[in-house]
């Protein structure tokens, strides 16, 4: 939702590069809606507010880039005029990135994998490392992937409590330097013998309730599936 949608529109178009594939109008004529797409897969659909667009209504995008246009729609965006363009800049996680600020405060952050000779390997090998530590199986990602944030080729996927433990040691690291991210503390682990698991206190609910085993034991399992997919 935008408070001017003609002036949302140009920006999009004219400042960062998109085209406008369509726009619905109402009976009287007037636009109610335009799709704006820059790459497929990255649209947009713009509407006007029906209430004035205040703090707290805005939203962030990051949509990905490639690296040799990062520059030129900074350039681009800033020869528009009359909204905000920061500074392109690398980052600890090998990626380049632009961010912009449209009309109503709604952020596009553009991010791009910076090139193999301006890759800072040290960064990539040790993510490479962690991964072979946690995992033992699993196919590898193709070359090149992106894996918990960061540009790092020839990874494998993570699955269950490795992920989870991976994803907090990447982003230990990316605090470190300097990417602004929250670690979460790590789930306390609970054995599911234990009387505190939540499938042990759900067969024990069923136990009292006098069902049959193989109803409890299907409880049990149902319980431990939805706290795994939790």
């Known amino acids: 939702m935008v408070a001017d949608l003609d002036r949302t529109v140009a920006w999009f178009v004219d400042g960062l590069g998109f085209i406008n594939l369509f726009t619905v109008p ?3 004529g007037q636009p109610v809606l335009v799709h704006l797409r820059r790459w497929q897969f990255q649209d947009l659909l713009v509407q006007p507010a029906a209430a004035p ?11 990905a880039a490639v690296y040799d246009e990062i520059d030129t ?17 690398d980052t600890a996680w090998n990626t380049r990135e632009l961010t912009t600020t449209d ?10 994998a910076r090139p193999p000779q301006q890759t800072d390997h040290q960064f990539s090998a040790k993510i490479r490392q962690w991964n072979d530590e946690q995992v033992r199986t699993g196919e590898r990602v193709p070359h090149g992937r992106v894996h918990a944030g960061v540009v790092a080729p020839g990874l494998r996927p993570l699955h ?16 470190r330097h300097g990417a602004g991210v929250a670690v979460a503390p790590a789930r306390t682990q609970r054995r599911r013998g234990a009387p505190g698991h939540p499938a042990a206190r759900c067969a024990a609910r069923s136990q009292r309730l006098g069902l049959a085993p193989h109803r409890t034991q299907r409880l049990h399992e149902d319980h431990a599936g939805g706290e795994n997919r939790a």
């Open 103 to 112: 009309p109503d405060g709604n952020v596009v952050v553009f991010t791009a």
């Open 53 to 63: 667009v205040s703090v707290g209504t805005s939203c962030v995008l990051n949509l």
């Open 160 to 175: 269950g409590p490795a992920r989870a433990a991976g994803r907090r040691r990447a982003l230990a690291e990316l605090a």
């Open 73 to 89: 729609l900074a350039e681009r965006a800033r020869g528009h005029g009359g909204e905000q363009v920061g500074q392109p800049a």
């Open 26 to 28: 109402d009976p009287s």
